[in-house]
């Protein structure tokens, strides 16, 4: 059954920021977003959303925050392998993104499909016990991150759908503000543990282990807390089978100005784990305080991803997008010009989490503005895409420069390459900019 609500027209351009839109938590019931949120309150689906990728991240952080020194200390490879390794975290989700998205809207059960990608991520996690040597642990990054881009569309629509249009920022700055505390506590568990167990193979073993207890709770905790909100926008048109995000809605100027920007930022953007080699190349910090640094940027991030998701839906979000990326940028800049002691370190770790936290949900609550509801999930999960593609050519770019030339050589180019990127992208996104552009056919434009 489809619900159609008094005041909102059936036709494909009633945007997301239209008003009044029906949501099913339960068969036969049906909740409106006033019934759902009372005086500004955070909505359960956040915050329970919020519990599912804290305790993900502690899996995945605790392993991401050694990665870089196994393969580089452990594994003896160099800059390029890991440069290679790099690419396959940050891209191989793509390959499924856009099917995450199409899913979650072709069966309107994101939950579910969200539900799928969490799982796959965690049977993943036993791969890193059970393999070892440089394919191996490819392909089972390669496995997580799939799981990864199955799930990220279905569970950013389910936020945008439990959330009220002029809360989207702020909402999103809740749900990666405690993502963002499991990323936190990932890597202090990974210290901890390779301070107790400082030699071999055995403490990396031991990371592994906790990591994948973390994700099988964390799914778990997806069947059991999290509520399976449906939009019932708006009937069908046809009982056929239809792709969820259409050619027409790719040539909408708005979407279309989004995938530009994102993509052209994506490209300049270094992985985390470069910058955190180029500050232990730069003698910043002790090889056993390693993972510390994971923690230092997520300690910002959490402490910025809510104010500045409610600055986003006050000045604009295009704006604050932007305005990360330059926080990026400087961040560069510092290492580029070796100011990379230990005040250097601590500014460059201040300045990559505010850039996550300007960021990262900040793209998906601009993206749900220029798509319709009902392609909402696809759209999210194209903006993703794009991103992780950008990054994938950047690591293997960026990995080969820093095999080639000197650490502050690399890093001072994708500085340069950053700052044109930022005008381009400031370029692309000039119509959506500013806390009043909103497209003429009401969010979807």
């Given amino acids: 059954m489809y619900i159609t609500l008094r005041g909102v027209p059936e036709t494909e351009d009633a945007g997301p920021e239209a008003d009044g839109a029906a949501v099913v938590d339960r068969p036969g019931r049906v909740a409106t977003p006033r019934a759902r949120l009372r005086r500004g309150a955070v909505p359960r689906t956040v915050l329970a959303l919020g519990v599912v990728s804290l305790l993900t991240d502690v899996s995945s952080e605790s392993v991401s925050a050694v ?48 539900f799928a990608g969490y799982l796959v991520s965690a049977v993943s996690k036993f791969g890193l016990l059970a393999f070892t040597g440089f394919g191996s642990l490819t392909g089972v990054i390669a496995v997580d991150r799939l799981g990864k881009g199955l799930r990220t569309g279905p569970r950013d629509a389910l936020i945008v759908t439990a959330s009220e249009p002029h809360r989207l920022g702020r909402n999103f700055g809740v749900h990666r503000a405690l ?51 449906r939009s019932e926008r708006r009937a069908e048109p046809s009982p056929g089978p239809r792709i969820a995000l259409r050619r027409a809605d790719f040539l909408r100027p708005g979407l279309r100005r989004v995938l530009v920007a994102a993509a052209v930022l994506g490209v300049a953007t270094i992985g985390d784990g470069f910058i955190y080699l180029a500050l232990a190349d730069g003698g910043s910090l002790a090889t056993q305080y390693f993972p510390l640094l994971f923690v230092g940027t997520n300690a910002v991030y959490l402490l910025l991803a809510v104010p500045l998701g409610r600055l986003s839906d006050r000045v604009g979000r295009g704006t604050v997008f932007l305005v990360g990326h330059l926080l990026l940028l ?65 690591s293997i770019g960026f990995g080969l420069l820093w095999q080639l030339t000197a650490r502050s050589d690399a890093v001072t180019a994708m500085a340069v390459v950053l700052g044109v990127a930022v005008v381009v992208a400031g370029w692309a996104l000039r119509p959506l900019l500013g806390r009043t552009a909103v497209p003429a056919s009401g969010g979807a434009e």
């Fill in 179 to 229: 993502d963002t505390a499991g990323a936190l506590i990932g890597p202090l568990i990974a210290f901890a543990v390779l301070a107790a167990i400082p030699l071999g193979l055995g403490g990396y073993h031991a990371v592994f282990v906790i990591s994948t207890a973390f994700a099988i709770i964390g799914v778990v905790a997806l069947a059991l807390i999290v509520p399976d909100l």
């Fill in 67 to 114: 990665l870089p020194l196994y393969i580089t200390a452990i594994m003896g490879m160099g800059p390029l392998a890991y440069g290679f390794i790099d690419a396959i975290y940050q891209g191989t989700s793509a390959a499924v993104r856009l099917l995450g998205g199409w899913w979650a809207d072709r069966t309107r059960r994101p939950k579910w499909v969200a």
């Fill in 330 to 394: 400087a961040a560069y800049l510092l290492i580029g010009a070796h100011l990379v002691g230990t005040p250097g370190a601590i500014l460059d770790l201040v300045l990559l989490g505010a850039f996550y936290a300007a960021t990262d949900g900040v793209l998906s609550a601009l993206t749900a503005r220029v798509v319709a509801e009902q392609h909402r999930a696809s759209g999210i999960a194209a903006a993703q895409t794009v991103v992780a593609l950008a990054r994938f050519v950047c």
